[in-house]
């Protein structure tokens, strides 16, 4: 049967109504920052921003896309950006436990995405450079280099690179809660329990998504149904994410100091004539000692 796009059914429209709400809290939290200058409010809007780029390909799939426009390029445009979640997940925490963080010098964490970018551009001009581009929907470098070669070696790296940023997110975390509790009574423990499960979210987002990579590449292909469970369940994540980050103040972590050094003015000050002492007081104090 020929659909006719929008085609909204029980697998397009979960998705779209979860991306669309997911986008708002995009849009919320952009505002937040752009007013309050408030940076990982802007990492939480990223993250949630390419979640939701994410679900692109599957939802408008849903919807009938492919079948109406045949000769789309839109895969070329379709960016697996998951690998810029990982640094931006890292960095999102550590905005919130370090008091006046700052992003200088950290742009070297996004070079495999900003690559990525300029790859996927720089083969689509090169395909629609070649003769009967338009009448196809992928050209000559996206089937012989992108789809065979370079799209499962991303998810050989995309893992390894997730892998070890949550590592050290979650050495972030519970080394910063370990210096609350040796610090202060009160242990914010709402917004400690929110970043918690914050990273636990993501944790078991990525290991759904490892293990649906391997059934799919060592035992067997999944169809498009049957990898639409792991898009519901980031769009389902993502909505999470945008009502608890957005809800939840942070900013409180932050602007925790952990260097108490005491006020000079509360030490007794020792007068000058006692520090003075006559050879004979010297030596009876050494006999003494």
Request: proline content about 4%; charged content about 15%; some cysteine.
């Amino acid at each position: 049967m020929f659909l006719s796009f929008p085609d909204f059914n029980i697998y397009s429209t979960p998705l779209l109504i979860l991306v669309v709400q997911g986008l708002v809290f995009v849009g919320l939290l952009f505002a937040r920052y752009i007013k309050k200058k408030n940076i990982s409010d802007l990492f939480l809007a990223l993250i949630l921003l390419i979640v939701c780029y994410q679900q692109t390909c599957y939802t408008v799939g849903f919807m009938g896309w492919y079948n109406v426009f045949r000769n789309t390029k839109i895969n070329y445009f379709l960016i697996p950006l998951g690998i810029a979640i990982a640094p931006l997940i890292y960095f999102y925490v550590k905005a919130i436990t370090t008091s006046n963080f700052t992003f200088k010098k950290k742009f070297i964490h996004f070079i495999p995405a900003i690559t990525l970018i300029l790859y996927r551009f720089s083969i689509y001009f090169y395909d629609s450079l070649q003769p009967g581009f338009n009448d196809t929907q992928n050209g000559i470098l996206k089937l012989s280099v992108d789809e065979p070669i370079v799209l499962p070696l991303l998810v050989f790296v995309s893992f390894a690179q997730m892998l070890l940023y949550l590592a050290f997110t979650f050495q972030l975390f519970y080394n910063y809660r370990k210096r609350i509790k040796a610090y202060f009574s009160n242990t914010y423990k709402l917004e400690l329990n929110w970043i918690l499960s914050f990273l636990i979210a993501f944790t078991a987002l990525f290991l759904y998504s490892s293990l649906q990579d391997i059934i799919g590449s060592l035992i067997i292909e999944l169809n498009y149904e049957q990898r639409w469970w792991l898009n519901i369940f980031m769009a389902i994540v993502v909505l999470f994410i945008g009502i608890k980050g957005y809800f939840t103040d942070t900013k409180k972590l932050n602007k925790l100091t952990f260097s108490f050094s005491p006020n000079p003015e509360n030490i007794p000050q020792v007068k000058k004539e006692e520090e003075n002492f006559s050879s004979e007081e010297i030596e009876e104090i050494k006999k003494r000692i």
